[in-house]
């Protein structure tokens, strides 16, 4: 909640004028070197310096047109006054790094605030849209605080095989499911690999990328409604140019992201998650952005928005339809008027109007793909949040993704030490499971993945499959991808690699989940629980340099936005010295 007007600065308060505006030796070294590189004196001198964050690479499939997009950003940057200039980071590509990409978010964020730190620019405009790259920016722009917009990659086209809409990541997992079970073939497999992500752009369902991007959005740090356009719509190169010449007044009214991610925004990315029913993964990131706010987030505020704000986007994996879909029936700010009065509508955006101002007008063309309020998309809580003694703080499960006959079961575990016993085992023909079974992962969470892995959808056992059976509980402190499915219970906090009770269940144990009363239980006397605890001894460590170790001594757990414990908000880091 806030006006939009703020004091212009002056040219020679702008942050760069450090570095270019001084009468002497190092001033002067700043200035030849910008000059070197074909830059005029007065393109730099008392302008606002622009730097274009860009996650592009060549194996960052779903920013393969950030290249081109970034030149859209510099023609609104010039055409303002400003000077772009482009600074590459590390680029994510959710699907092709490993062992995960939410190892390396805190990466992300880190490299962009010492970007935006150590070089003379006065804004940014950053450019990401995979899934931790959304995170990633925004927690580095947060803790840097310098006017910054958010442009995100867009999603990619929609697809269709054989006469079905295919989305990106869900249909992967059903038709694996599908081959596993014999019922496509190995010629239809490789045909698939073709023809399922047929444009540039991320994931087409709402996935982790599409539920970021959006809430980002509907934070107000991107131009409205920028996260549903479809990344190959000429629109989106248009709202590239409009991000770049918004910029350069955002510097000059000194709005930053602190001004606009404030509590109440934070609600609004909450309303807006539920009402998407977005990604699983968005609890944990939304809360490691609110805190680089230095503003409080708790698993509980997800679960009351949860109890009361139904999904309302019919787009996979919740509903039955895509991204571009979304975007026709009209796109993030037409389901925004459906909450509207759930939302705070005097949140500044970056465009310097209101949140209200912005969706103004916005019209739902398409009833079914964005619905209204008493003719939800599921009935089941968009992310409920659990508790118990094998989840002592907390852990999630998307009940609009699961199978509604499984929010109140009771099965034995078959538990897997880890993701290689997992993998080695699951298809075992001898395997003691049936469709009745809870299957556990353990050490897959922040410290034991390391990263916390998208492993929580446990594939199911292949002579279930042969069955028909299509889901089954799981259990396990790991992420899911967020176009995946299933009645997948993740995030159990405090992990197992750490201690926590999920590392003492056993096969065979019982386990009681209860969506409805928010229960996760592991039924096992506790004596011979204080038994296993007195047994359990904890892992040392398994990194002795690198990133890996510093992950493995820093990271915070899945209930405290797995951040970095030195990047979290704290005192002002001051400005460099320039000399
Ligand atoms: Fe990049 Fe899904 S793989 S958004």
């Not at 962009?112 to 730190?117: F, G, H, V």
């Not at 592991?522 to 047994?535: F, G, K, S, T």
């Given at each position: 909640m806030s006006d939009a007007k703020s004091p212009r600065r002056t040219r020679e308060q702008l942050r760069s004028a450090r570095w270019y505006l001084a009468n002497d030796m190092r001033a002067f070294a700043h200035r030849q070197r910008t000059q070197q590189m074909g830059f005029r004196r007065k393109d730099f001198m008392g302008r606002p310096v622009i730097a274009i964050v860009n996650t592009w690479s060549e194996l960052s499939p779903c920013h393969i047109h950030l290249r081109d997009r970034a030149e859209a950003v510099k023609r609104g940057v010039w055409s303002a006054g400003g000077m772009p200039v482009e600074l590459p980071a590390l680029s994510l590509g959710e699907v092709i790094v490993k062992p995960t990409t939410m190892m390396y978010r805190n990466m992300l964020a880190m490299e962009t605030e010492e970007l935006l730190r150590s070089h003379p620019v006065d804004g940014a405009v950053l450019l990401g849209g995979c899934d931790k790259t959304t995170p990633g920016l925004v927690m580095g722009a947060l803790s840097m605080d310098l006017p910054a917009i958010y442009v995100p990659a867009g999603p990619m086209s929609n697809a269709r095989w054989r006469g079905q809409k295919v989305g990106a990541g869900t249909h992967t997992r059903k038709f694996w499911d599908e081959l596993r079970a014999g019922k496509i073939t190995a010629d239809d497999w490789v045909e698939l690999e073709s023809r399922m992500t047929r444009t540039i752009g991320t994931c087409n369902t709402m996935g982790t990328a599409s539920t970021m991007t959006a809430l980002v959005d509907a934070m107000g740090?991107?131009?409205?409604?920028?996260?549903?356009?479809?990344?190959?719509?000429?629109g989106h190169a248009r709202m590239c140019q409009d991000a770049g010449e918004r910029i350069v007044g955002l510097v000059f009214e000194d709005v930053r992201p602190k001004r606009i991610v404030t509590q109440a925004a934070v609600s609004n990315a909450l309303v807006t998650l539920m009402a998407l029913g977005g990604s699983t993964n968005a609890v944990v990131h939304l809360v490691a952005i609110a805190r680089r706010a230095g503003l409080g987030l708790d698993l509980e505020a997800f679960d009351r928005e949860g109890r009361r704000t139904p999904v309302l986007a019919n787009v996979f994996p919740a509903g039955d339809n895509l991204m571009e879909d979304f975007y026709f029936a009209g796109g993030l700010p037409a389901l925004l008027t459906r909450i509207a009065d759930r939302l705070d509508l005097s949140c500044l955006t970056v465009n310097g109007r209101t949140l209200g101002d912005n969706i103004a007008g916005a019209k739902v063309w398409e009833e079914d793909v964005i619905r209204p309020l008493d003719r939800p998309v599921a009935t089941g809580a968009p992310i409920a949040v659990l508790r118990g003694n094998l989840a002592p703080d907390g852990a999630i499960i998307k009940a609009s993704a699961a199978d509604p006959k499984l929010a109140r079961h009771r099965g034995r575990a078959v538990v897997f030490r880890d993701h290689a016993d997992m993998s080695a085992r699951i298809d075992e023909p001898d395997l003691a499971v049936d469709a009745s079974s809870v299957l556990v992962l353990q050490n897959a969470g922040p410290v034991g993945g390391p990263g916390m892995?998208?492993?929580?959808a446990l594939p199911i056992p292949k002579k279930l499959l042969a069955q028909g059976i299509r889901d089954m509980v799981r259990v396990s402190d790991a992420r899911m991808s967020g176009t995946h499915y299933g009645t997948c219970v993740l995030h159990?906090?405090?992990?197992?690699?750490?201690?926590?009770?999920?590392?003492l269940v056993r096969d065979g144990d019982w386990i009681e989940l209860d969506v409805a009363a928010r229960r996760l239980n592991l039924d096992v006397d506790p004596a011979e629980l204080a038994r296993r605890r007195a047994e359990w001894r904890a892992p040392g460590p398994r990194y002795s340099r690198g990133y890996a170790s510093l992950v493995e001594r820093h990271i915070g757990q899945a209930n405290d936005g797995a951040d970095f414990d030195f990047l979290k908000a704290g005192a002002p880091i001051p400005e460099p010295e320039i000399y």
């Amino acid at each position: 909640m806030s006006d939009a007007k703020s004091p212009r600065r002056t040219r020679e308060q702008l942050r760069s004028a450090r570095w270019y505006l001084a009468n002497d030796m190092r001033a002067f070294a700043h200035r030849q070197r910008t000059q070197q590189m074909g830059f005029r004196r007065k393109d730099f001198m008392g302008r606002p310096v622009i730097a274009i964050v860009n996650t592009w690479s060549e194996l960052s499939p779903c920013h393969i047109h950030l290249r081109d997009r970034a030149e859209a950003v510099k023609r609104g940057v010039w055409s303002a006054g400003g000077m772009p200039v482009e600074l590459p980071a590390l680029s994510l590509g959710e699907v092709i790094v490993k062992p995960t990409t939410m190892m390396y978010r805190n990466m992300l964020a880190m490299e962009t605030e010492e970007l935006l730190r150590s070089h003379p620019v006065d804004g940014a405009v950053l450019l990401g849209g995979c899934d931790k790259t959304t995170p990633g920016l925004v927690m580095g722009a947060l803790s840097m605080d310098l006017p910054a917009i958010y442009v995100p990659a867009g999603p990619m086209s929609n697809a269709r095989w054989r006469g079905q809409k295919v989305g990106a990541g869900t249909h992967t997992r059903k038709f694996w499911d599908e081959l596993r079970a014999g019922k496509i073939t190995a010629d239809d497999w490789v045909e698939l690999e073709s023809r399922m992500t047929r444009t540039i752009g991320t994931c087409n369902t709402m996935g982790t990328a599409s539920t970021m991007t959006a809430l980002v959005d509907a934070m107000g740090l991107t131009m409205p409604g920028a996260s549903s356009i479809p990344a190959s719509d000429s629109g989106h190169a248009r709202m590239c140019q409009d991000a770049g010449e918004r910029i350069v007044g955002l510097v000059f009214e000194d709005v930053r992201p602190k001004r606009i991610v404030t509590q109440a925004a934070v609600s609004n990315a909450l309303v807006t998650l539920m009402a998407l029913g977005g990604s699983t993964n968005a609890v944990v990131h939304l809360v490691a952005i609110a805190r680089r706010a230095g503003l409080g987030l708790d698993l509980e505020a997800f679960d009351r928005e949860g109890r009361r704000t139904p999904v309302l986007a019919n787009v996979f994996p919740a509903g039955d339809n895509l991204m571009e879909d979304f975007y026709f029936a009209g796109g993030l700010p037409a389901l925004l008027t459906r909450i509207a009065d759930r939302l705070d509508l005097s949140c500044l955006t970056v465009n310097g109007r209101t949140l209200g101002d912005n969706i103004a007008g916005a019209k739902v063309w398409e009833e079914d793909v964005i619905r209204p309020l008493d003719r939800p998309v599921a009935t089941g809580a968009p992310i409920a949040v659990l508790r118990g003694n094998l989840a002592p703080d907390g852990a999630i499960i998307k009940a609009s993704a699961a199978d509604p006959k499984l929010a109140r079961h009771r099965g034995r575990a078959v538990v897997f030490r880890d993701h290689a016993d997992m993998s080695a085992r699951i298809d075992e023909p001898d395997l003691a499971v049936d469709a009745s079974s809870v299957l556990v992962l353990q050490n897959a969470g922040p410290v034991g993945g390391p990263g916390m892995p998208e492993w929580g959808a446990l594939p199911i056992p292949k002579k279930l499959l042969a069955q028909g059976i299509r889901d089954m509980v799981r259990v396990s402190d790991a992420r899911m991808s967020g176009t995946h499915y299933g009645t997948c219970v993740l995030h159990v906090a405090p992990e197992s690699h750490i201690g926590g009770p999920l590392a003492l269940v056993r096969d065979g144990d019982w386990i009681e989940l209860d969506v409805a009363a928010r229960r996760l239980n592991l039924d096992v006397d506790p004596a011979e629980l204080a038994r296993r605890r007195a047994e359990w001894r904890a892992p040392g460590p398994r990194y002795s340099r690198g990133y890996a170790s510093l992950v493995e001594r820093h990271i915070g757990q899945a209930n405290d936005g797995a951040d970095f414990d030195f990047l979290k908000a704290g005192a002002p880091i001051p400005e460099p010295e320039i000399y």
